[in-house]
């Protein structure tokens, strides 16, 4: 049991960090679907990085800054020219699969190194906890992850900060009346989810695996922007929805690993097959920022 | 710059970017243009594999453009096409194997338009019924269907030893017709554009759904249900993506395997914005990201750039068509019903 928690906050860290880096964007009213490639990036800088230094805290910084940057291009397609978010997240995609596949076999001309990663790291006394000191034998970024929940839970329920980003997402021309600026809180909102997105991918890299592959993401990025509608666009929803994800992963592995007779594409796709099932039956009454998606 | 110009102006900075790419991570973007252009356009077998490779996109293109002009977002035609290659792959080879081509061939098209309206259909019911936004919808749809695709070539649809994950090769009763070294998949698809032209242009259903994805509140206020036509679009272009599938399962590869679609769903939505969502721009559109992927996989064997290079131009085709050739989406009027 013990393990299995264990299992479920490490395969949930990922997902976490980037759905509350989407959580941020869309209460700005940004939907970014392009989390996928954003993550995909945030893995490769963060791998390139870690190997290149040795050191996977500067990899870890590489994949949030790598995020950052990816966002800021979005961005400015999607918030200052008016480009579609859909389209433009579409393109981020399309983009970091092809850019991250060329640059790492130019890179390394098809024998990239291991990675250094991001070791566990128990916090003494409440690691040794019964049953919820699983929680607390994880990796750096299964604690950042949690505490950033906790924040920006904070930060947009209780901060004057977070009641513009709020009002910014709600009504994008009330809040230009109101005399805030309303782009640049937008792009600052998506370059920092971007940014988590990106520390997501590099907790891939540097954490869950050790390495970079191309489209190691396997679609997490695309299961974090269903976390954000099953999480209701709160910070502690976001969380909640995130860790089941993380057990039913952990769950899928466990009877993967006991042989239970089923093909594993059904495993495969089960978190997709679960996804739809939750959006189907409790996607209603969940109300999104009211100009979500709107430029 | 004249409207005709645009997109060709968005296609010359995908491009500029993909070399400057290329540049940076130490490729010669020169000889990879150069490879790019001959493989694709550079003599005949290289249009055939053009040619080829055009046929799913226009199809795919098409199904696109039907969504956008609606305003119901189908990110899944990739999803939808494995869908159909999956259905007719199971007609051909397990259903009916002995049927006669004149009846065969038909049963396995529709198989395969049947598949994708299914999935597209399933988008479509969970966004009127139940408001789940077909953006994620779609895209899980997607994983699914692969993951469908590699559960029968592993299992039902296995081929008969039993040692490789692909279907037995389809009967010959179910193969297209072949026009020299093209399918007639390849004429249909464009066959295909001019229908769905009609369709949105000329038809009072096809007004109704662009109606729409201009404005779904106008819609409903002129009593036209933005749901069942958001409902129809996605369903269309999954039965319009699915055969696209059979064709490539009938036409190309003549068996079903894991990855069967490199990506084609995807690559639609960017053949689809640079034809600013007009079907019949869609066929040129087509071509275009055809000769590229033809052109690609040359490139990577003459010159050694990987071909997933072809990505990052259709990524950047994607957001430049829509930023500077003025491809103008229905997206203001992306339907909020509740």
Redesign the interface.
Known sequence: MELFLEAALRLAAPLLLAALGELVCERAGV?H?GVEGTMLCGAFAGYAVAVASGSPLAGALAGALAGGAVGFGFAC?SVL?G??Q???G??????????T???V???YQGLPPRAPVLEVLPLPGLAELPLLGAFFRQSLFAYLSLLLALAIALFLARTRPGLRLRAVGESARAAAVEGLQVRRIRVAAVCTGASLAGVAGASLSLGLADGFS?GMTA?RG?IA??IV?LGRWSAAGVTAAALFFGATSALQFRLQARGVGV?Y??F??LP??L??GV???G??GARAPADL??? | MTRALRPIFAIALALGFAAL??LL???APGPALLALFAGSVGSGPAWTATLLKTAPLLLTGLAVSIGFRCGA?N?GAEGQLAIGALCATAVATRALPHLPAPLLLPLVLLAGALGGVLLGGVAGA?RAR????E???T???N??AL??V??AV??PLQELSGAYPKSDPLPAAALLPRIGRLHLGVPAAAAAAALVWVFLFRTALGFRLRAVGLSARAARFAGISPEGHGWLALALGGGLAGIAGACEVAGVTGQLYEGISPGTG?TA??VA?LARLNPLAVIPSALFFGALEAGAGAMQRSVG??S?????????V??LS??FAGAR?P??A?SRSR
Request: avoid cysteine; charged fraction near 10%.
């Open positions: 939907i679907i397609f020219r480009v579609d859909i389209v433009a579409t393109a981020v995609n399309l983009i970091a699969l092809g850019g596949g060329l640059a076999r130019s890179l191309e679609g695309f922007l269903a509608i093909p594409p059904v495969l796709m997709y097959l996804t739809l959006l189907a039956l996607g209603r998606g709107r430029n | 790419l290329l991570l130490g490729f977002w990110i969970l139940r408001g789940v936004s953006v994620i919808s895209i899980l749809l994983f699914i993951e469908l590699s559960l592993h299992g995807f939505i960017a914005l750039v990987p997933v290079a072809t990505q990052i131009v259709q990524g950047a994607i957001v829509a930023a989406v997206g203001a992306r």
